[in-house]
């Protein structure tokens, strides 16, 4: 499965952003799909989580009440709404694919995109 995301640009504080996710395959509606993003730090924090059906999402801690993740299987694609942006949300936003259960860390997660930078300012 390859993954494209699109959608990062510089935006305000306060600012909303929606983050795209393209699957190559027919075989991405099996699979759960996650948000991560990698700021100055070498981690890859979690953001969120969508299993196959959509019937259910996880978020991390500090985006919960902010971001909201969306599928569209029909269609291959993921979504991620971001809403209230901080200078802290900046980073590069990455978009993977599980076959596993498991969603919050990255060792979890099969096939990965390139990555689109957000940038907050204040």
């Known amino acids: 499965v390859q993954l494209v995301e699109s959608g990062g640009r510089l935006v305000q504080a306060g600012d909303s952003l929606k983050l795209f996710c393209a699957a190559s395959?027919?075989?991405?509606?099996?699979?759960?799909m996650g948000w991560f993003r990698q700021g100055t730090t070498q981690v890859r924090e979690f953001l969120a989580n969508?299993?196959?059906?959509?019937?259910?999402?996880y978020y991390g801690n500090a985006v919960k009440g902010r971001f909201t993740v969306s599928r569209d299987n029909a269609e291959n694609m993921v979504y991620l709404q971001m809403n209230d942006l901080r200078p802290e949300d900046t980073a590069v936003y990455y978009c993977?694919?599980?076959?596993?259960?498991?969603?919050?860390?990255?060792?979890?997660?099969?096939?990965w995109g390139q990555g689109t930078q957000v940038i907050v300012s204040a």
């Open positions: 395959e027919r075989t991405f509606r099996t699979y759960a």
């Open positions: 969508i299993r196959w059906d959509s019937g259910t999402t």
């Open positions: 993977a694919a599980t076959s596993s259960s498991q969603y919050s860390s990255s060792l979890y997660y099969d096939y």
